[in-house]
């Protein structure tokens, strides 16, 4: 089992994380893979104060420490829309700590949207380009999980759907939190920081 931590903190990305997030994955994608999914979440949050310490052990079981558990399928489950990139379950409206990504229904709209068979593009170009759609679905997931809420945004990483070319795209502008979802994620560090 691989292991990564992200740290949150909303003054300043070198003050002292006011919550820390850990990353395991399923045994079964490659270790690059889960690296590069998780530095491209990181990137998505980095406004946020997120770091990411990269797969060690070292700073497992650290008081306050959330771990996230991603499961890297290939496809969703019978019941979930076939053309979702992640989900996260809810019980009685709280997150279960673990997160599952669907690797064939990305190479699916990735696939559609490049109108050319990726098994013919270099292997590296083609595992950057998953692991960007990936890492930013997981962003996605990581920000129900945080901000404890099921529904989703009219904008910003929260919203429902984002086309699968701005989850290509290099730049990736579009998935920045609404002021909402700022504000939910501030009331969300003070209550984990005065537990």
């Given at each position: 089992m691989t292991t990564f931590f992200?740290?949150?903190?909303?003054?300043?990305?070198?003050?002292?994380?006011?919550l820390h997030i850990g990353l395991t994955f399923d045994a079964g994608a490659a270790r690059s893979m889960e690296t590069a999914v998780a530095e491209e979440a990181a990137r998505v949050w980095a406004a946020y104060g997120i770091a990411v310490d990269g797969p060690t052990e070292n700073t497992r079981g650290r008081p306050g420490t959330i771990t996230l558990h991603v499961s890297m399928a290939?496809?969703?489950a019978r019941g979930t829309n076939e053309e979702s990139l992640?989900?996260?379950?809810?019980?009685?409206?709280?997150?279960?700590?673990?997160?599952?990504?669907?690797?064939?229904?990305?190479?699916?709209?990735?696939?559609?949207?490049?109108?050319?068979d990726p098994s013919?593009?270099?292997v590296?170009?083609?595992?950057e380009l998953l692991a960007r759609v990936l890492g930013r679905a997981l962003a996605h997931e990581i920000g129900h999980y945080v901000l404890r809420m099921r529904d989703h945004s009219t904008?910003?990483?929260?919203?429902?759907?984002?086309?699968?070319?701005?989850?290509?795209e290099i730049r990736g502008g579009n998935f920045a939190l609404s002021p909402d979802d700022r504000e939910t994620l501030c009331e969300e560090l003070s209550a984990h920081s005065g537990a």
């Amino acid at each position: 089992m691989t292991t990564f931590f992200l740290a949150l903190a909303l003054a300043s990305p070198v003050a002292s994380p006011r919550l820390h997030i850990g990353l395991t994955f399923d045994a079964g994608a490659a270790r690059s893979m889960e690296t590069a999914v998780a530095e491209e979440a990181a990137r998505v949050w980095a406004a946020y104060g997120i770091a990411v310490d990269g797969p060690t052990e070292n700073t497992r079981g650290r008081p306050g420490t959330i771990t996230l558990h991603v499961s890297m399928a290939r496809r969703p489950a019978r019941g979930t829309n076939e053309e979702s990139l992640g989900s996260i379950v809810f019980h009685d409206g709280v997150p279960e700590p673990s997160i599952s990504l669907y690797v064939a229904s990305a190479d699916d709209l990735i696939s559609t949207a490049a109108e050319y068979d990726p098994s013919h593009w270099p292997v590296a170009f083609h595992d950057e380009l998953l692991a960007r759609v990936l890492g930013r679905a997981l962003a996605h997931e990581i920000g129900h999980y945080v901000l404890r809420m099921r529904d989703h945004s009219t904008f910003g990483l929260m919203r429902a759907v984002h086309p699968i070319v701005e989850l290509m795209e290099i730049r990736g502008g579009n998935f920045a939190l609404s002021p909402d979802d700022r504000e939910t994620l501030c009331e969300e560090l003070s209550a984990h920081s005065g537990a």
